[in-house]
């Protein structure tokens, strides 16, 4: 069964300060894993998507990894900002039902 | 504007009562499914459904139903809620179902609490 493990399950930085948040699943044999953000009472906005043949993607300040041998992904956030404050949350999608099973999530807070 | 929207975004009520949850795409998407999230859980699959009046059971599907009548529409009903439904359930659609290229869409989400 896979299991989608997000550490660290909360974070608190400097505003500038570049960052590192992980995601590890358990089963390699997945589609393709996304970084999602929630925000306070919101829901969910796609940051990247990784299809499994690719390594990593890059949206603006923000960059993902994926090493699926490993069951490991990484989002890389840039010069962070207050408005990055938020939940952010990793997902992979597996087998043909199209279901995403999601980690817990790291609620990061950028402090001005 | 492409988006998943659900109504209510809020509902506070009583344990029996039956409720629906609508949730409605305008992006023609074929796929379309329901979450639940829970603190320390995380988001769980309820139902998803991979076109019209194909609709199949996810993790958590106890105590909830839903239909697939019409493309765009995939409401969520709770025939008879108890407290332990209560949570923040979201609906989500991508374009095709059985692939692995696309991104999933969410809606606002819906907090329910059941007293």
């Known amino acids: 069964k896979q299991e989608v493990t997000q550490i660290p399950a909360a974070l608190s930085v400097p505003e500038g300060e570049n960052l590192v948040l992980n995601c590890s699943f358990t089963?390699?044999?997945?589609?393709?894993l996304q970084w999602f953000r929630q925000d306070p009472g919101k829901g969910l906005t796609s940051l990247l998507l990784?299809?499994?043949?690719?390594r990593e993607q890059t949206s603006g300040r923000l960059n993902a990894s994926l090493d699926k041998s490993s069951g490991r992904s990484t989002l890389y956030i840039a010069a962070s900002q207050p408005g990055d404050s938020a939940t952010y949350l990793c997902a992979v999608l597996g087998g043909a039902t199209n279901k995403l099973i999601f980690g817990t999530g790291t609620l990061l807070a950028v402090q001005p | 504007e492409a988006q998943v929207t659900q109504n209510p975004r809020y509902l506070i009520t009583v344990t029996g009562k039956k409720l629906t949850v609508t949730c409605s795409q305008n992006m023609n998407h074929e796929y379309m499914s329901w979450y639940r999230q829970d603190p320390g859980l995380g988001l769980r699959q309820i139902y998803y459904s991979m076109n019209v009046e194909v609709t199949d059971k996810g993790d958590v599907p106890e105590g909830y139903k839903v239909s697939r009548k019409e493309k765009r529409n995939f409401p969520l009903i709770l025939e008879s809620p108890s407290p332990n439904q209560t949570s923040l359930y979201f609906c989500?659609?991508?374009?095709?179902?059985?692939?692995?290229?696309?991104?999933?869409?969410f809606g606002p989400g819906t907090r329910l609490t059941v007293l």
């Open positions: 990784i299809q499994s043949s690719q």
């Open positions: 089963d390699s044999a997945i589609y393709n």
């Open positions: 989500a659609s991508k374009p095709k179902a059985g692939t692995g290229t696309d991104t999933q869409y």
